[in-house]
């Protein structure tokens, strides 16, 4: 089977991106985990398929595999160069696109100076719908959780934005030990489909510093639904103003949130680095 395929990348969160609406594409756990692989295939963090939609007034559906080959519901990066991989294309001619997703419709807004937002749909508190299991001694109201990771306690948010995330305050972003502690919570026992790690130290009202050690992943330059879930759970908590700019190792990203009931919007960058074939 011969692919091709155009690698992008959004603030450092590197895709490969595949039309399969103009070509026949089957992929097995095994062919995603190959072309993801950095020595051996292509290299990416999510593999991202457009494909024809199933649902009414969408225009595209999209589908996100990550690195470890397993399907997963949402990826805000991925989502703006999904957005820019069908308008450079010539696939659409609309300028706020409709999209089809595992996690419902979201709409991508292509805007004037190339930069694209996005509308995460809103975010949600509820331990049920990352799932996580809660602790019947949390506060009532879930905005904190205690969590026991190798006999130490961390309190932690748990937001869903389409894909699960928890969320960690710290002092500093470049001190936090995201590469043992964030496996260690990804895998944790009360997460029973895994979960996103983001490690927040927050600058002041209007600014974030973020690391997310993503599930099935690793640690990635930027992850957009982390940034998304990190400033909802901010602002929920009356720690961040509602507009706020979040510096990750690959760029910064602007989310903005209104709060209970309204949608995430999530604006950055998408850019094209090559296109290619690759035989499976």
Known sequence: MQIN??????????????????????LRAEQVRFLADRHFGIGCDQLLLVEKPTIPGAEFRYRIFNADGGEVDQCGNGAR??????SDNGMTE??????????????????EDGQVTVDMGVPSF??????????????????????MVNDEKYAIGAVSVGNPHAVLL???????????????????ERFPQRVNVGFMEIMDRSRIRL????????ETLACGSGACAAVALGIHNSLLDETVNVELRGGDLTISWQGEGESLLMTGPAQTVFKGQISL
């Not at 696109?97 to 709409?107: F, K, L, N, R």
């Not at 509820?126 to 904190?144: G, I, R, S, V």
């Not at 710290?170 to 043992?180: G, I, L, R, Y």
């Open 5 to 26: 395929f155009t690698k992008m990348h959004g603030t450092g969160n590197d895709f490969i991106v595949i039309d399969a609406i103009n070509q026949a594409i089957s």
């Open 81 to 86: 160069c999904f957005a820019r991989f069908v």
């Open 126 to 147: 509820n331990p049920e719908d990352l799932p996580f299991l809660a602790d019947e001694m949390d506060e009532d109201d879930n905005e904190y959780h205690q969590l």
């Open 211 to 218: 690391r997310v050690f993503e599930r099935g992943v690793g």
């Open 170 to 188: 710290v002092e500093s972003v470049d001190q936090a030990p995201v590469n043992t502690l964030g496996p260690a919570i990804e895998k944790h």
């Open 94 to 111: 609309s300028t706020n696109i409709p999209v089809e997703t595992a996690a419902g419709m979201i709409y991508l807004q292509l805007e």
